[in-house]
């Protein structure tokens, strides 16, 4: 479809509204009809993809590259940042800036003013701990704290903290001498303050992250205690090219649990390039639905990679050790 420029619209228009230029018609002229239309303009459904060709230009050095950068963000997506800065956004608070209650150690506040020493508090917010709660059908303690609210605290400095949804983290020994932790991260969140600069907090992306991990030191082989983690989490804009990760239940264990690779994680993740284009590998392993893993291929951190049509474009592999790695992973320190 032609787009015309304006200055031709304006002529247009202009001979429309003299009588004298519009030609005669004969409505009972069956030869006359109106003018056939333009039509729709082509669309590209898959616009990164190059002409004449039937499948992405999948690159496997830029897709594990990606998985790469995409893998280490979600595992550093502690709660721990928020809590730093929420408490230093707290700091500079006063007897009613901003007003507040408690109730059992747990604080609400919602305001918007200004305190004497110039920290501005606008929105609200909810900081929760618990300590010895069941808060599971299981009957384990849970220790506890989350904070939730939507929320902008800015101090006299200019350093400003955004708050647009929650976190939590918690800790459990079962019975079964398993120590468990969970953390959530979700909403938007930001913070410029220098020592926040390198978090993910300080990066501002906007995560939806679920991960459940669990060690029993009661069970170890000689290589540490056994180990597991599940993962849930998606992340856009993960840096300034756009890369963007969707990691569908992610599982991995020790090889002392049953886990049949240790190379390797039951997974399916999707990962945005900068061109735009969305590829998703799966990896070698399933769930036998019995309470035990299957190896379906080979035990090499290699998965299988589709396009966004489902059509097969190569394959991916991932260094997966990290995953399993406490120590690279902040909210298991």
């Given at each position: 479809?032609s787009?015309?420029?304006a200055?031709?619209?304006?002529?247009?228009?202009?001979?429309?509204?003299?009588?004298?230029s519009?030609?005669?018609?004969?409505?009972?002229?069956?030869?006359?009809?109106?003018?056939?239309?333009?039509?729709?303009?082509?669309?590209?459904?898959?616009?990164?993809?190059?002409?004449?060709?039937?499948?992405?230009?999948?690159?496997q050095?830029?897709?594990e590259?990606?998985?790469?950068?995409?893998?280490e963000?979600?595992?550093?997506?502690?709660?721990?940042p928020?809590?730093?800065?929420y408490?230093?956004?707290?700091?500079?608070?006063?007897?009613?800036?901003?007003?507040?209650?408690?109730?059992?150690?747990?604080?609400?506040?919602?305001?918007?003013?200004t305190?004497t020493?110039?920290?501005?508090?606008?929105?609200?917010?909810?900081?929760y701990i618990?300590?010895?709660?069941?808060?599971?059908?299981s009957?384990?303690?849970w220790?506890?704290?989350a904070?939730?609210?939507?929320?902008?605290?800015r101090?006299?400095?200019?350093?400003?903290?955004?708050?647009?949804?929650?976190?939590?983290?918690?800790?459990?020994?079962?019975?079964?001498?398993?120590?468990?932790q969970?953390?959530?991260v979700?909403?938007?969140?930001?913070?410029?303050?220098?020592?926040?600069?390198?978090?993910?907090?300080?990066?501002?992306?906007?995560?939806?992250?679920?991960?459940?991990?669990?060690?029993?030191?009661?069970?170890?082989?000689?290589?540490?205690?056994?180990?597991?983690?599940?993962?849930?989490?998606?992340?856009?804009?993960?840096?300034?090219?756009g890369?963007?990760i969707?990691?569908?239940d992610?599982?991995?264990?020790?090889?002392?649990?049953?886990?049949?690779?240790?190379?390797?994680?039951?997974?399916t993740?999707?990962?945005?390039?900068?061109?735009?284009?969305?590829?998703?590998?799966?990896?070698?392993i399933?769930?036998?639905?019995?309470?035990g893993?299957?190896?379906?291929?080979?035990?090499?951190?290699?998965?299988e990679v589709?396009?966004?049509?489902?059509?097969?474009?190569?394959?991916?592999?991932?260094?997966?050790?990290?995953?399993?790695?406490?120590?690279?992973?902040?909210w298991l320190?």
């Open positions: 479809m787009i015309r420029p200055w031709a619209l304006v002529g247009l228009l202009a001979c429309a509204d003299d009588p004298k519009a030609p005669e018609v004969d409505a009972a002229d069956p030869t006359v009809s109106p003018s056939d239309p333009d039509g729709p303009s082509s669309w590209d459904p898959d616009p990164y993809l190059p002409d004449g060709t039937d499948t992405a230009a999948y690159s050095s830029e897709m590259a990606a998985l790469a950068i995409g893998l963000t979600v595992l550093t997506l502690s709660p721990e928020l809590f730093d800065a408490d230093g956004a707290m700091r500079d608070q006063e007897a009613y800036c901003p007003a507040y209650y408690e109730v059992d150690g747990n604080t609400f506040w919602y305001s918007s003013c305190t020493s110039g920290t501005w508090y606008s929105g609200y917010g909810f900081d618990y300590e010895d709660v069941a808060l599971d059908e009957g384990n303690l220790d506890m704290r904070v939730s609210g939507a929320a902008t605290v101090d006299a400095s200019g350093a400003t903290f955004h708050l647009g949804g929650g976190v939590q983290s918690g800790s459990s020994i079962g019975d079964d001498g398993w120590h468990v969970l953390n959530t979700q909403g938007s969140f930001r913070s410029d303050a220098p020592d926040l600069g390198e978090t993910w907090l300080g990066r501002g992306v906007s995560p939806y992250h679920y991960a459940y991990v669990g060690s029993n030191p009661d069970l170890d082989s000689g290589d540490g205690p056994a180990r597991y983690i599940f993962v849930q989490s998606a992340v856009g804009n993960i840096n300034a090219e890369l963007s969707d990691i569908a992610l599982l991995m264990a020790t090889e002392d649990v049953g886990w049949p690779c240790a190379l390797e994680p039951m997974a993740i999707s990962v945005r390039l900068p061109t735009g284009a969305w590829y998703t590998v799966s990896f070698d399933e769930d036998t639905s019995r309470g893993w299957r190896l379906t291929g080979d035990c090499d951190g290699c998965g589709t396009d966004n049509r489902g059509d097969v474009v190569g394959e991916a592999c991932i260094d997966a050790t990290p995953i399993l790695d406490w120590e690279t992973a902040p320190d």
